[in-house]
């Protein structure tokens, strides 16, 4: 089973942007469909029966969004991705229960110390950087979990926080919260076969795109397909960050020295 999982919308059932007559269809748009992450026995990005039981807008048990957004908003996290994190803090990261217990505390100091004018609070802001800069989060999704990706070495612990309820105190993902142990050699090559698949499938969605005829809606026949050759060509060059060697460097001596000024 694959890491990465999609199924795109046909063309024919994809709203255009816009109101009526002044409609327009383009690549992004043809990315849209349903999306979720089996790690492990976990499905990310998945809805609980009770929250699709009381109707969650969607026809999908998993989420329905344009899948570049996905793309973007993961491959922009690559270059921290790369960058291996020290034993100790991995040994803090690759435990949700440790990295959120940290996260929490870290991030409790700074507010407190944001009323403290003789504190730069930006610099202990280096402390939680190395977090979210490898964190995937959903900010389009109502509770969306956040998945941060840490590398150590030859392994990659994929860790997840996905533990929103409801308004009425109802699980919105099955997933909850957890963890998960991979090589990250394993990992890249998921991001690269979830690539030629993704690619593949918007192959058949531009070409039926090119076919069709839209009426009023406008589309642009010969940018969509320059698009659809510069989004591939971009997410190649994507994957060339993950494996090759590490082009950012974290200060992590500082950073472990700001830890200690906080908490001694």
Not at 42 to 69: F, K, M, P
């Amino acid at each position: 089973m694959a890491f990465i999982n999609f199924k795109l919308r046909h063309p024919d059932n994809i709203i255009p942007w816009g109101d009526q007559p002044d409609t327009i269809m383009d690549w992004t748009a043809l990315t849209d469909g349903e999306y979720w992450l089996d790690v492990n026995k976990t499905t990310l990005y998945e809805y609980t029966n009770e929250v699709l039981a009381g109707g969650n807008g969607n026809d999908s048990t998993y989420v329905e969004y344009q899948l570049v957004r996905l793309i973007e908003d993961w491959t922009g996290l690559f270059e921290s991705i790369a960058e291996s994190v020290p034993d100790a803090f991995y040994a803090i990261s690759k435990d949700n229960s440790y990295l959120y217990r940290f996260y929490t505390a870290v991030t409790k100091w700074i507010d407190n110390a944001a009323e403290d004018a003789s504190i730069d609070v930006d610099t202990y802001e280096k402390t939680i950087e190395w977090i979210y800069s490898r964190t995937l989060n959903a900010m389009h999704l109502t509770g969306g979990p956040g998945i941060s990706f840490f590398r150590n070495g030859n392994n990659i612990s994929i860790v997840w926080k996905a533990d929103h309820l409801t308004e009425n105190n109802i699980p919105v993902w099955t997933a909850q919260n957890g963890a998960v142990e991979m090589e990250y050699k394993a990992f890249v090559n998921e991001m690269e076969d979830f690539g030629h698949r993704f690619f593949d499938a918007m192959d058949t969605q531009v070409g039926i795109a090119v076919e069709k005829d839209w009426g009023t809606t406008r589309l642009n026949k010969e940018q969509l397909v320059q698009e659809h050759q510069e989004r591939r060509a971009e997410f190649q060059k994507s994957l060339v960050v993950l494996k090759g060697e590490p082009t950012k460097h974290t200060d992590w001596d500082l950073i472990n020295s700001l830890i200690t000024k906080m908490f001694s």
